[in-house]
């Protein structure tokens, strides 16, 4: 091969990368630095160094989940310093998979892989457990190579990756099909489009929480809101307050939001969890910079 079809391979793997990227920081804006920092050690290589490279996916692949790991291990305390709830980046359904993909099947794993519901779970992992899940479960990476990249023996990270799963798998205990998900959404949003509290109140589950992310760039609500009659409240009294605001349906990786229309624009995209017939979560990301991808 020569060494601009070597080139040639390299930039093409920029989606894949991408997407991988995008799964373990949460945001695109993180996933594409990590993919920059990849491509600047790419190309610092000599040229000799790049030829000895026998699979330039896999040293790129490396690479990447290596920086994504060292942004992961200090992610933590920006988190912390972040203004009202950090919540992952909500992207459009199909957003970093692969177009090629014909089977509906593989599409839908892997639309899953982006939800919200999902990334808020890989949140409360380590960095070791997040990496070596998304490599495994998402990526198909045998557990040998994911050890060079984490530092770890294979049967580490094979634990890794199983206790990984073993919390993804607990939080879809309950979780309705996406049918009955879209339509208890529906009945939610037709509740609040009418005013109706008491109707809004009997599709939230008595613990409901609703978090706003708005990173201190517009306004949100600086702490989660808990309990179905507050959460109603707060929502109604938002969209009392918002009257110029559309509120339109829209298909998530997570299934039925909303997207939240002002001067022509998304202002903020809304996921909601379904567990049994209710409403459990409510997630609203209003902060400009995690809406890139839907303007």
């Known amino acids: 091969m020569t060494a601009q079809e070597i080139d040639a391979e390299v930039i093409g793997e920029r989606r894949r990368l991408l997407s991988l990227a995008f799964r373990m920081l949460g945001t695109v804006a993180e996933a594409e630095d990590a993919v920059q920092e990849t491509y600047i050690r790419w190309y610092r290589l000599s040229q000799a160094q790049r030829d ?162 708005g990173g201190g760039l517009v306004r949100a609500a600086l702490h989660p809101v808990r309990g179905s009659d507050k959460v109603a409240r707060f929502l109604l009294g938002a969209l009392g307050k918002s009257p110029a605001a559309e509120v339109l349906e829209l298909e998530t990786p997570d299934g039925l939001g909303f997207a939240l229309w002002a001067e022509s624009r998304v202002v903020g995209v809304v996921t909601l969890e379904v567990t049994t017939d209710r409403i459990t979560d409510v997630r609203m990301v209003v902060n400009p910079e995690k809406l890139t991808l839907w303007n």
């Open 52 to 213: 000895a490279v026998e699979v330039p996916r896999a040293w790129l692949t490396r690479v990447a989940s290596r920086v994504c790991l060292d942004v992961l291990g200090s992610a933590r305390v920006r988190r912390e310093r972040y203004v009202g709830p950090w919540l992952p980046e909500p992207v459009p359904s199909l957003a970093f998979t692969d177009p090629a993909l014909d089977d509906p099947a593989d599409r839908a794993t892997l639309d899953e892989s982006i939800s919200t519901a999902l990334l808020v779970v890989l949140e409360s992992m380590t960095p070791a457990e997040r990496v070596a899940f998304v490599l495994h479960d998402v990526f198909a990476m045998p557990f040998g190579e994911i050890a060079e990249v984490v530092g770890r023996t294979p049967a580490a990270c094979r634990q890794l990756a199983t206790s990984a799963r073993r919390r993804v798998d607990g939080t879809r205990s309950g979780r309705v099909s996406r049918a009955a998900h879209d339509a208890t959404v529906r009945a939610f949003a037709a509740a609040a489009r009418a005013g109706d509290l008491i109707a809004l109140v009997t599709t939230l589950d008595p613990d409901v929480v609703l978090r706003s992310d």
